[in-house]
């Protein structure tokens, strides 16, 4: 299977990871007993998007006779009341923990508001999570307002801008998926957002090399003079087809090689958060 080749191919390359699961995967017996062999490497979690099954578990009513499965109002956790999140989040972590034994250690999804965001640090003590990095029109919505890649403490005002002070910071530490070209990603159409780190972005959709991915990686993590940089490397869905799955494969000896030289230290995302605080 495509989760079985990525797997493989990231514990051969030695670098530690995280799997964000998704409530429905849960429920396939092939994904969660190979996900359950995984190493020490590998760091499990949550990817809290809203799915038909997910409402359902949790109570809550899901519109599917109308629009699109993507709408931001179906997917995302902001497009229901402040009580039924709570539902569909404590439906996700405890069918997750049921699942694997222990509650996630961390947590992502393309978008996630304030509340939800205090309730998982509050309820469940995580204090990472994935969102999705600038994107000026793609999927129907915009994700506008962060640092260009870079990771952050969340404000309490807005979950898509950095904390200004301490009375502001929610104590969240954000990191951004996908993480794009700074001077090739601001357009109107869907082909500026594939100016991004991901294989099946830059590679399939934009027919673009390595040395794209290197360069992208170079730009947003050793060519930055700070204390610390970090960037998000990963494969949307766990999938590309077969003519592609080598660019997976060359990215993650780019990293190796980077790793080797003591230029970067791969983490799993709440190892980083922890890094980050």
Known sequence: TELTKLISAVEDS????????????????????????????????????????LAKESFVHYNWTEGHWSAANKIFFSGYETEERQRLIDTSFNYF????????????????????LEYIKNKYGLDTVLGLAEQYSTDGYQSWG???????????????????????????VKVLWAPREPTLSYGKSKAFSNYSLQANDYYRA???TTKFFTDLLQTSTTKIVGQLSQVVVGIEVSELEDKYFNEITNQLQVLKNFQDKDLILTKTLSNFGKLYK
């Open 14 to 53: 030695g670098l530690n990871s995280t799997w964000l699961v998704q409530f429905d995967a849960l429920q396939d017996e092939q994904i969660v007993d190979k996900l359950k062999s995984l190493g020490g490497q590998h760091e499990l979690g949550m990817y809290t998007e809203v799915t038909r099954k």
């Open 97 to 116: 923990k049921e699942t694997f034994g222990e509650y996630p250690l961390s947590y992502g999804s393309w978008y996630q508001d304030g509340f939800s």
């Open 146 to 172: 962060q640092y260009i890649n870079q990771p952050y403490y969340v404000s309490k005002k807005s979950s898509l801008e950095p904390a200004l002070d301490v009375q502001d910071n929610t104590g969240v």
């Open 206 to 208: 934009q027919g673009l």
